[in-house]
């Protein structure tokens, strides 16, 4: 959020409290602690009243320093907090002299003078990173709901927030900040950390993260489960601030210095995605959504794809393979599927996997409504009744994982579902949570909003897990946040059937990869709408070229010959292509699990050295050898860049070197699609 009103003045209503100087520093433990007043200490009177901050340099693993700005120290902290996996005994140096005080963590610092106006610098092997100054720190606190007023008694009836301003250097581009479907760089931007169901085409996000990188070799990390709002150069257009509500504000500082040595220590610390199963990387085709289909329907589609030889690997069923005004009931329709388990059963003798779709929301007219109810599993009103309403299921409750006992009973009915032959789920919602409801565990339902959907895909992942085995487990998940990565995989969520909306879920998912997210998946032909027989063909070639691919859509249905017998044909020249290409996948995502560094990349994670690259949002790298550039026009005619090497076309094996712009005409059947050389990967 804005705090000031242009560079001089703040926001009517807005009293600031910046650290003015740091005035002591004391190494505790492995810690430096600086306290710093909001006003300059000249004399012994100068102590008296006024704000201080204290700010702590900590690091939790080499080339990583935590800081920790807090204001009141008694403020209750209910959590949730992010699980962070930090190094045992992890130490870093403190050296405090006459007029600086530094903290060091393997190659990266941070200084801090003593006794002069407020200054921070992170440093590492000799090169300035980004640093904070005059106003940067601070403790604001909003007087509109107490009328404005300034009096020292009234300080406790403005909200609090801490924030942070870093500093942004000539030519620095910030990346990242979960699933953003904007501008894929973010200087300019204002992101609010907050998940909400608000599609592809806004500034709302499913999946928000509270974490950037730079292209100047350092991230940031704001360790906040809660809202927290980033002004990218769009408050002051040199800096990053960053702000959260309550009494305290805890960051990390990441050292690289490259793109990928960011990630692989942002996701050490965060968590790194499991190795997902082999099958999960072929096609998967869906219902729909609001489609009317039965068995008969099913297998209609199963049958199409196969006698037209399109590999297939999982068959989806979306929300109505349950009765309407259930959801969620996990009972099958009996008046579209009497017999469920044989139904199953004739599916996977066609050698497919099954996925159906589930939320964390139980209508009142589910028959485990009551149950859940008397249990005590929904989150509730502050009256103790269970919080419920009208949006999506009538009269819903929201199944409240902070209780053991809903999760053991939430996944006792998802069990049931394995025991029929189901394989996996598709996670839906968990975005759209309640900030003033009761947890059982007595957590903040503010910090507990974006938090929730960790929760959710952790439990049934980790279900998953305990009933496959690891390397089977698999989500198809459309909300999460921090340390989501850890409970893949995720696909982009609703977007509309054109190609402004393909452009835009690229960004997406290239904004989510630099957010330490290995996996990505998205709806084939857009979700809204139904694609056109160009759409549908070029986001065919797009979604086949992507870690995981789906075929799904809302009113109509997604098998390709519905489009024309041609999509068939490109559908089953694309899948075959994937199939080819396994291996490499595979060894691509082992590279993801092992050190972060996800399977799609922006060119800038591949190409950090290449100005050029730091730009492109309509091309990208499947792993390190396959460079990917998606034809976004119906004209067929497509404009990409190949950097500076010797390319051979993944499809048609034409040679060219690379450093220059390319344009050229595509059929349906081909697609720019270069293997990099020097690699030591063979792709076919």
């Known amino acids: 959020m804005k705090f000031t009103n242009g560079y001089w003045l703040v926001k009517k209503n807005i009293e600031p409290h910046y650290a003015a100087q740091a005035y002591e520093a004391e190494q505790a433990g492995n810690a430096l602690t600086v306290y710093a007043p909001d006003h300059p200490i000249r004399s012994r009177g100068d102590t008296l009243g006024g704000a201080v901050l204290t700010v702590r340099y900590s690091s939790p693993m080499k080339n990583i320093i935590r800081v920790r700005i807090t204001h009141f120290e008694g403020a209750l902290d209910k959590g949730p907090h992010f699980e962070l996996f930090e190094e045992p005994a992890r130490t870093g140096t403190v050296r405090i002299v006459e007029n600086e005080a530094s903290f060091s963590a393997g190659d990266l610092s941070v200084r801090v003078p003593l006794a002069q106006d407020w200054q921070v610098s992170f440093e590492a092997e000799g090169r300035a990173l980004t640093h904070t100054g005059r106003k940067s720190t601070g403790y604001m606190l909003d007087r509109t709901d107490s009328g404005g007023s300034a009096r020292m008694e009234e300080m406790l009836s403005g909200k609090p927030f801490i924030k942070e301003e870093l500093s942004l250097g000539v030519g620095e581009y910030v990346y990242g900040l979960g699933e953003r479907f904007g501008a894929f760089i973010k200087n300019g931007q204002t992101v609010d950390i907050w998940n909400a169901d608000g599609g592809t085409a806004s500034e709302q996000a499913y999946k928000n993260v509270p974490f950037y990188l730079t ?112 959801w969620s009931d996990f009972l099958w329709d009996t008046a579209t599927f009497p017999d469920p388990r044989e139904m199953l059963s004739r599916i996977k003798a066609r050698g497919l996997k099954i996925c159906v779709w589930i939320n964390p ?41 902070t209780n053991p006992v809903a999760a053991a009973w939430y996944t006792a009915a998802l069990g049931r579902l394995l025991d029929l032959g189901v394989d996996c789920f598709k996670t839906d919602f968990g975005e759209r949570i309640p900030d003033d409801a009761v947890y059982f565990s007595g957590v903040d339902p503010v910090n507990a909003h974006n938090y929730y959907a960790l929760s959710y895909n952790k439990i049934v992942f980790s279900f998953l897990e305990q009933k496959k085995g690891a390397g089977e487990a698999i989500l198809f998940a459309r909300s999460g946040t921090a340390g989501s990565q850890r409970f893949p995989l995720h696909w982009g969520g609703d977007c ?115 100005p050029v690259c730091a730009y492109l949002d309509r091309q990208y790298m499947l792993g390190p050898s396959l460079l990917v550039a998606p034809v976004f026009s119906a004209d067929n005619t497509v404009e990409y860049y190949l950097p500076e090497g010797r390319w051979t076309h993944l499809i048609d094996k034409r040679v060219e070197t690379g450093g220059r712009w390319l344009r050229e005409t595509c059929g349906f059947l081909t697609i720019p699609a270069w293997v990099r050389e020097g690699q030591g990967i063979t792709l076919l």
């Open 496 to 610: 509309e059937s054109t190609f402004e909306a393909m452009a835009e879920t690229l960004r997406g998912g290239l904004s989510l990869s630099l957010s330490g997210f290995a996996f990505w998946s998205h709806d084939i032909g857009g979700f809204e709408g139904t694609p056109d027989a160009a759409l549908f063909k070029r986001w065919l070639a797009f979604g086949l070229l992507s870690s995981h691919s789906r075929l799904h859509g809302s009113n109509s249905y997604r098998v390709p010959w519905n489009v024309d017998e041609e999509s068939a044909e490109v559908c089953r020249f694309f899948s075959r292509l994937k199939e080819k290409l396994l291996p490499y996948l595979i060894k691509t995502a082992g590279e993801a699990h092992a050190v972060g560094t996800p399977v799609l990349r922006a060119m800038f994670l591949e190409f950090p050295g290449d």
């Open 215 to 326: 292209n100047k070799g350092y991230g940031v990390f704001v360790n906040h489960t809660g809202p927290v709002s980033f002004e990218v150069g769009s408050e002051k257009t040199s800096r990053v601030q960053f702000s959260a509500p309550g009494e305290s504000l805890e960051y990390f500082v990441i050292y690289g210095p490259s793109p990928k040595q960011i990630l692989e220590r942002y996701t050490a610390l965060t968590g790194r995605a499991p190795l997902l199963p082999e099958w999960s990387y072929g096609l998967w085709l869906s219902t729909s959504f609001t489609t009317s289909y039965d068995e008969k329907t099913v297998m209609s589609f199963i049958n199409g794809m196969l006698d037209r030889g399109i590999p297939l690997k999982v068959f989806h069923f979306d929300c109505f393979w349950m009765k309407g005004f259930h």
């Open 361 to 401: 929301y139980i209508a009142q007219r589910s028959v485990l409504f009551a149950e859940g109810r008397d249990k005590g599993c929904f989150l509730k009103k502050a009256d103790g009744s269970v919080w419920q309403t009208d949006l999506w299921q009538p009269g819903m409750a929201i199944i409240d994982f």
